[in-house]
C-alpha cells in the first residue's frame, strides 16, 4: 500500500524510528493517521489560521529573522533577544512544514521557502551557524555551552530541516542541516571537544537526521552527547550541574531534576538514542526516571516543573497550585518522551499519560482564538493578583514573549498531532488517542478504519474497518485508566474490557466492521497523596479526559473562588451539560459548591482548635466548572483547580 501525504508524497512521520529499530510499536506513515473533525481538528484549523501565520510576523518584528540577515551580512546593526533567538524560527519551519504537509498551502510554501533562504544564508562556510553568536560572540565559539544554547539551536535545526523534508520535499534546509550536523561531528567527541550544551534537544535533532539521511556519525553523537553528561563537564565551566541535568549519568538517574524542558529534552533524546541503538540498559534507566517523574513531580493535569525560580522541577511532591510554572514547553517535552517510551514498550500507560498531558497541560497554553499564549500555567489565580513578570497567569495568555520558547512550539505540536494517534506492529494497528478521523496502515496487505467520535464531552468511539486487509490482524485500542466499566462490541457481539489496558481483537476483518468502544464519563472527584501539602483536604473534579477549574466568571459576584468550598458526596451528583454556545462548545459540570465561612474570615492566625474548623455555610448551590484548557478565554479572573473540602 502506498501512503502519501495530502501533499501527494510518501513520507515518515514525525520522530519513527528506523526500520532496525528496538521499539515495540512504529508511528504510522506521515498522513496516514488524520484528525478530520471535531474537538483536535478546530484547534488545529486556529493554528493553521492564526498561530502560524502570526508567528511568521513575529519572526521579523521580534528581530529573529534580521539576526540571522546581519550574521549573513546583507543587514548590519545589533542581534535581538535572547541567546536562541535561532531556535523559534525553526520551530516554526517545523509548524509550517507539518502544516504544509497535513493541507498544501503555496502561501506556507512561499513562506518556508523564504525563511530558509534567510537562514541559509548566515550559516558560515564550514558549517557553523548561531546567528546570534556570529555577531555578539565576535566569532567566538562555544566558548560557553552550558548558556549559549549552540546545539539547542542546532538540534532544532535538524528537527525542522526533517520535517520540511518530509513535509515538504524540499531539501534546501536539509542541506544547512548537514553541512552544521557535519561541523559538530568534526568538533564534538571523544578525542575532540568534550562538552555538552546546557540545554538538551540535539540529541533528538541528530537522531531525527540520522534516521533522515542514515548518516551513522549523527546517532554516534547523540549517543556520546547522552553519555557524556553527568561527568563534571559543566562543573567544569563553573556551574552547579543539576539545573543543567548534569549531576547524575542518564544512566545512573532515578528521577528528574534541574530545569524541567532540559530534563525531559534530554531523556527523549535518550529514548531515541535506546530506540536506535538497541540499549536495553539505557531504556530500563529512562523507565525508572519517568515512573519517578510520574510518581512524585507531575501535576493533575500532566504538567511539570513546580518551580519559577530557574524554571526547575520541584522536589517530590512539592506541587503547589498557585505558583505551579509548569511550563507549556515542558508539557510538549513530557509528551515527546512519553510518546518514545510508549513508542518502545506499547504500554497503555504511556499514551494514559500523553492524553492527561495534551488536554490538560499543553492545550491550556493556547487560546482559543489561536495565537495568545500562557508560558506558565498556574492551577490557580488568586483573587486581586498582579502580574509580577510578563509570564504571569495574572496578565492572561499574551501574543508572544521576549523568551518566546513556548508559542511556535505549541505550534509545532498541533501541526504534527495527528502523528500521535496510532501505531503500527507486526501484529496489527494499535490505536491511542481519540479523534475524528482517518487510519491507515501497511500491515495484512493494506488496512484502514474510519473513527467517529465526540471525544472529549462523548465516551463512544466508533471505528469503522474501510481497507481489511489480506488477513487476520489484530486491531488494539487504548482503554484509558481513568474509564472503569468501559463496555465495547465488534459486530454487534460484546467483547471484555479492561480499563488501563489495550482492547485488543485479532480477526479477519470485513470492510464495514464496526468495533464500538464506550468510555463512561461520571463525574470523577480525585485527591492527592497526603504529601503535597499545598492541596491538602483539597480534590479536583474530572470527566473523561479533562481536568476541570472553577472560574470567577461562572460564579456569584458575593462568591470569590477563593472561598469556594465543596462536598465529595455532593460533587459526584454534579451534572453534565454540553454548552455549544460557551467557549467554543464545552461540556460543563454543574458543581454543588458551598460558601466558606467562619474560619475564612477570622485573622491569619489564630489558636488551633480540638476540631476541624466548620468551613462552609448554608446550603450548596450550583455552581459551573469549565474544563481547565479553557480558563482565561473570557474576562480574567480568579481561578482554581483544587477546590477545599468543606
Ligand atoms: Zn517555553
Known amino acids: 500500500m502506498t501512503t502519501t501525504t495530502s501533499a501527494g508524497r510518501t513520507a515518515v512521520a514525525p520522530a519513527a524510528p528506523s526500520p532496525g529499530a528496538a521499539v515495540a510499536l512504529r ?30 510576523e513575529k519572526l521579523e518584528t521580534a528581530g529573529n529573522l534580521q539576526n540571522f540577515r546581519i550574521a549573513a551580512g546583507t543587514a548590519t546593526g545589533e542581534p535581538r533577544g535572547p541567546i536562541f533567538m535561532d531556535s523559534d524560527v525553526y520551530k516554526w519551519l517545523e509548524a509550517a512544514a507539518w502544516e504544509y504537509a497535513r493541507e498544501p498551502d503555496e ?25 546570534v553568536q556570529q555577531v555578539r560572540g565576535q566569532g567566538a565559539r562555544y566558548t560557553d555551552l552550558p548558556w549559549s544554547h549552540e546545539h539547542y539551536c542546532a538540534g532544532h535545526l535538524f528537527q ?10 524540499d531539501t534546501g534546509l536539509l542541506d544547512v542541516a548537514v553541512k552544521l550536523a557535519d561541523h559538530l561531528v568534526a568538533t564534538f567527541g571523544e578525542g575532540r571537544t568534550v562538552d555538552v550544551d546546557g540545554h538538551p534537544v540535539v540529541e533528538m535533532g541528530l537522531v531525527e537526521l540520522y ?21 563534571g563537564i559543566v562543573e567544569g565551566h563553573g556551574k552547579a550541574p543539576t539545573y543543567f541535568s548534569d549531576r547524575v549519568p542518564v544512566r545512573e538517574q532515578t528521577t528528574v531534576e534541574g530545569h524541567s524542558v532540559r530534563a525531559v529534552y534530554l531523556t527523549a533524546g535518550a529514548a531515541d538514542v535506546a530506540a536506535e541503538t538497541g540499549d536495553a540498559e539505557l531504556l530500563a534507566a529512562l523507565t525508572t526516571q519517568w515512573e519517578g517523574m ?16 530557574m524554571e526547575q522541577f520541584g522536589d517530590h511532591h512539592e506541587l503547589g497550585p ?26 497503555a500507560r504511556y499514551a494514559d499519560l500523553v492524553e492527561r498531558t495534551l488536554y490538560n497541560a499543553f492545550l491550556p497554553g493556547v487560546s482559543l482564538a489561536g495565537a495568545e499564549y500562557f508560558y506558565v500555567n498556574a492551577l490557580q489565580l488568586r483573587h486581586g493578583a498582579h502580574p509580577d513578570e510578563e509570564r504571569s497567569v495574572a496578565n492572561g495568555r499574551r501574543p508572544w514573549f521576549d523568551c518566546a520558547c513556548c508559542p511556535p512550539n505549541i505550534m509545532r505540536t498541533l501541526a504534527s498531532l495527528d502523528a500521535y494517534l496510532a501505531t503500527s506492529s507486526g501484529a496489527g494497528v494499535q490505536l491511542h488517542q481519540f479523534a475524528t478521523g482517518t487510519v491507515r496502515a501497511d500491515v495484512a496487505g493494506g488496512v484502514g478504519f474510519d473513527v467517529t467520535t465526540d ?42 474490557v479492561s480499563a488501563g489496558e489495550y482492547l485488543r481483537v485479532a480477526r479477519r476483518w470485513a470492510a464495514g466492521d464496526v468495533l464500538e468502544l464506550v468510555l463512561p464519563m461520571p463525574v470523577r472527584v480525585v485527591e492527592a497523596d497526603p504529601r503535597v501539602d499545598a492541596v491538602r483536604g483539597a480534590v479536583v473534579v474530572e470527566r473523561g479526559p479533562l481536568v476541570y477549574c472553577v472560574e470567577q466568571p461562572d460564579l456569584p459576584a458575593d462568591l470569590p473562588a477563593d472561598d469556594v468550598r465543596v462536598r465529595v458526596a455532593e460533587l459526584r451528583t454534579a451534572a453534565a451539560e454540553h454548552r455549544p454556545d460557551l467557549l467554543g462548545g464545552v461540556t460543563v459540570l454543574r458543581l454543588p459548591v458551598r460558601r466558606a465561612a467562619g474560619a475564612a474570615t477570622g485573622p491569619l492566625y489564630r ?10 455555610t448554608g446550603a450548596a448551590e450550583p455552581v459551573d466548572a469549565v474544563p481547565y484548557y479553557a480558563w482565561a478565554n473570557r474576562e480574567l479572573g480568579a481561578m482554581r483547580v483544587w477546590l477545599p473540602r468543606a
Open 211 to 231: 534516521r533522515e539521511t542514515g548518516t551513522q556519525a549523527y546517532l554516534d553523537l547523540a549517543r556520546w552527547f547522552v553519555d557524556a553528561r553527568g561527568h
Open 322 to 347: 498557585d505558583r505551579a510554572y509548569a511550563e507549556t514547553c515542558a508539557a510538549i517535552g513530557s509528551v515527546q518522551w512519553t510518546w518514545r517510551m510508549l513508542l518502545a514498550t506499547g504500554e
Open 294 to 309: 510520574l510518581a512524585t513531580k507531575t501535576y493533575v493535569t500532566g504538567g511539570i516543573g513546580a518551580r519559577w525560580d
Open 607 to 616: 489558636p488551633a482548635g480540638d476540631e476541624p474548623p466548620v468551613a462552609s
Open 455 to 496: 471525544y472529549p464531552w462523548d465516551g463512544t468511539v466508533r471505528l469503522e474497518v474501510t481497507a481489511p486487509g489480506t488477513q487476520e490482524w489484530e486491531l488494539a485500542v487504548r482503554v484509558p485508566a481513568w474509564a472503569e466499566g468501559a463496555t465495547a462490541t465488534v459486530a454487534g457481539s460484546p467483547v471484555p
Open 160 to 169: 525542522a530541516a526533517v520535517a520540511t523534508s518530509r513535509g515538504t520535499g
Open 107 to 131: 502561501e506556507v510554501l512561499g513562506w518556508i521557502r523564504a525563511v530558509t533562504e534567510v537562514v541559509a544564508a548566515a550559516q558560515a562556510d564550514d558549517g557553523y551557524l548561531d546567528s
Open 27 to 56: 508511528p504510522v506513515p506521515l498522513g496516514a493517521a488524520r484528525i478530520a473533525g471535531g474537538f483536535w481538528a478546530e484547534r488545529q484549523e486556529a493554528n493553521r489560521r492564526q498561530a502560524i501565520r502570526t508567528g511568521y
